[in-house]
């Protein structure tokens, strides 16, 4: 089953304490990307990937970092977590070239005290 | 930049009603247009989806035109019902990103 893969999906945890959340697709797609989602804010884009070692900042990368080491994951690393980025979070693939639709994950709630 | 405006909500409509949920984007080039939902408790999922002028995506009995002249991509369904509730994202495709409106909620009473 073609599907994105996110882990945490519940995560509560404490300013500073540095944290990874997991993303990985089996469809071979070249493009992966992280979203926040905020009410009244919407889906913001945080860092995008074109192919591997190739990342790119989006709208909100500050606080954020990404990697892209091999084409099926696409790890977002908060080094030092603060409240405000208290969210729920989306990573989506998509196939380069392809119709332009966005598989994305099931989303990871993030809570930081 | 590119960026998607959509009609704020909440939307609340009774089973039966007519949907529109208004949708414009910049005019930047031609872009793929797109309706995403998100039902609660999931992630996104398309919805439906028209690459050109004049086109019409469609699915689900929900339906949107591309409309270049007014650029517009607004979401319509004849007769809505209480599982269509749900948050409604409109997007466009640039060069590296899909481009989301804030989203709106749809509520549907019985």
């Known amino acids: 089953e073609a599907q994105v893969t996110q882990n945490p999906r519940y995560l509560i945890t404490v300013t500073g304490k540095k944290l990874t959340v997991t993303c990985s697709q089996n469809?071979?797609?070249?493009?992966m990307s992280w979203y926040r989602q905020d009410p009244g804010l919407g889906l913001r884009q945080i860092y995008y990937?074109?192919?591997?070692?190739?990342?790119d900042k989006g709208d909100v990368p500050e606080g954020y970092k990404v990697s892209r080491k091999e084409k099926r994951n696409f790890p977002l690393i908060l080094e030092s977590p603060s409240p405000n980025q208290t969210s729920l979070y989306f990573c989506?693939?998509?196939?380069?070239?392809?119709?332009?639709?966005?598989?994305f994950g099931e989303g990871s709630r993030l809570t930081v005290l | 930049g590119d960026s998607v405006t959509q009609m704020e909500g909440p939307v609340t409509l009774s089973e039966e009603a007519f949907l529109t949920i208004n949708c414009t984007y910049t005019?930047?080039?031609?872009?793929?247009l797109f309706w995403y939902v998100q039902y609660p408790g999931e992630g996104l999922q398309l919805l439906l989806k028209?690459?050109?002028?004049?086109d019409k995506g469609s699915n689900k009995g929900f339906e949107a035109t591309y409309r270049k002249e007014t650029t517009s991509f607004h979401l319509e369904k004849g007769s809505v019902q209480v599982s269509d509730s749900a948050v409604y994202f409109c997007?466009?495709?640039?060069?590296?990103?899909?481009?989301f409106g804030k989203g709106t909620m749809l509520l549907v009473s019985p």
């Open positions: 989506a693939s998509l196939q380069a070239g392809g119709t332009g639709e966005l598989f």
């Open positions: 469809m071979n797609h070249e493009y």
């Open positions: 990937s074109m192919n591997v070692e190739v990342t």
């Open positions: 005019a930047t080039g031609y872009p793929s």
């Open positions: 028209a690459t050109k002028a004049d």
């Open positions: 997007a466009r495709l640039g060069y590296s990103t899909l481009t």
